[in-house]
């Protein structure tokens, strides 16, 4: 099970940092990522980081936004700054389905429920 949290609202220029709680599974040999999802858009990637450690991010949010992962916490995160409006969206975590990352939702197989962002 992933669980999310750490969202919440903030004004534009703020920061927050989300939290993806991975116990009880193996995650180390997987593509570990960030999507978030707006009211009439689709799913979209926002950062993820494979087995081997190499990091993708979106373009909307590089040089903003940083992915890591604490293995001894078993946990990911995600270090959101200088959030804009267009930030706003539900925030999900997700297991790809191998070592290697890929952009698409359906690379992915195991997601948490999703913490909501909110950026006035």
């Known amino acids: 099970q992933l669980v999310e949290s750490g969202g919440g609202s903030v004004q534009a220029g703020g920061s927050l940092r989300l939290s993806c709680s991975l116990d009880?599974?193996?995650?180390?040999?997987?593509?570990m990522g960030w999507f978030r999802q707006s009211p009439g858009n689709e799913r979209e990637g926002v950062a993820a980081?494979?087995?081997?450690?190499?990091?993708k991010y979106a373009d909307s949010v590089k040089g903003r936004f940083t992915i890591s992962q604490d293995n001894a916490k078993h946990t990911l995160y995600l270090q959101m700054n200088d959030l804009q409006r267009r930030d706003t969206a539900i925030y999900y975590c997700?297991?790809?389905?191998?070592?290697?990352?890929?952009?698409?939702?359906?690379?992915?197989?195991?997601w948490g429920q999703g913490t909501q962002v909110t950026v006035s």
């Open positions: 980081i494979d087995a081997r450690g190499n990091i």
């Open positions: 997700a297991r790809g389905r191998g070592p290697y990352c890929y952009s698409r939702p359906t690379d992915y197989n195991l």
């Open positions: 009880g599974y193996t995650y180390s040999s997987y593509c």
